[in-house]
């Protein structure tokens, strides 16, 4: 399968999940028993269009062996990277869906925040001139901006992912004037032929009131939220919920 045909959009909307936080808690709570590919399996049987992995540089604390193991039990995975060619070979070698590239958060180090690439004076050629020749599509995390969504497609991207993190926590009026400037993002992206996703904070409320401003999403993402109402209502309930949302 090319590269392109993997972008395709489907009637339905994708929803991704980010098993980042269930890896964060295995890390802090030092709970050994604790499994990602487990997680990852229970996932997919829930609905899930595809499960993501945040890896660092220091493969902490999502390691190369949980790589391994969500590759082999799930259709579908992301990674998400930061810039950083050393990392190449962990996706070359793991041969996921999809690459996110992103800048590293405060979270573990973990790459969950959006490039500034217009600031960045570093082409992202290195990453995506192999990740692409090796049949992998590569997504820029970004700000829901027109002139980021210009400066990733001339990046060579065949994708965005629009940073939400800042937007749904904004008071009413701010937050409106943020959703308005995603509609206009998703609409640029649309034009160029990218594929579009939203991710970043996205929670059960957030994420309707996000789509609703940006309907040429075809993918959204989730990771904190589901996370944390599956330590309530079970991981099959919490991600089942969600993707009635994202339809």
């Not at 945040?54 to 190369?64: K, M, Q, T």
């Not at 609409?187 to 579009?196: Q, T």
Request: proline share 5%; aromatic share 2%.
């Amino acid at each position: 399968m090319n590269s392109s045909a993997r972008w395709e959009v489907r009637e339905l909307r994708r929803l991704t999940l980010s098993l980042d936080a269930l890896a964060i808690l295995r890390s802090e709570a030092k709970a050994r028993d604790v499994d990602v590919a487990v997680a990852a399996t229970l996932a997919e049987l829930a609905a899930v269009d595809a499960v993501r992995l945040g890896v660092n540089e220091d493969l902490a604390p999502i390691s190369a062996q949980d790589v391994s193991d969500v590759r082999r039990v799930v259709r579908t995975l992301e990674l998400a990277l930061p810039v950083d060619p050393s990392l190449v070979k962990i996706a070359l070698e793991a041969q996921p869906e999809r690459v996110l590239l992103a800048d590293e958060g405060r979270d573990g180090g973990l790459p969950c925040e959006p490039l500034d690439l217009r600031g960045r004076g570093v082409s992202l050629a290195p990453m995506v001139r192999p990740l692409a020749d090796g049949g992998i599509p590569v997504s820029a995390l970004i700000k829901p901006e027109l002139e980021a969504v210009k400066t990733a497609h001339a990046e060579g991207v065949e994708g965005v992912e629009f940073y939400t993190g800042a937007i749904i926590d904004l008071p009413p009026v701010e937050r409106v004037r943020e959703l308005e400037k995603l509609g206009d993002a998703a609409r640029l992206a649309s034009k160029l032929r990218m594929h579009i996703a939203a991710g970043g904070g996205l929670g059960y409320r957030s994420v309707t009131e996000v789509i609703e401003n940006a309907p040429a999403l075809a993918a959204v993402t989730v990771g904190r939220a589901a996370i944390a109402r599956a330590v309530l209502i079970g991981l099959d309930r919490a991600l089942r919920d969600l993707r009635a949302l994202v339809e």
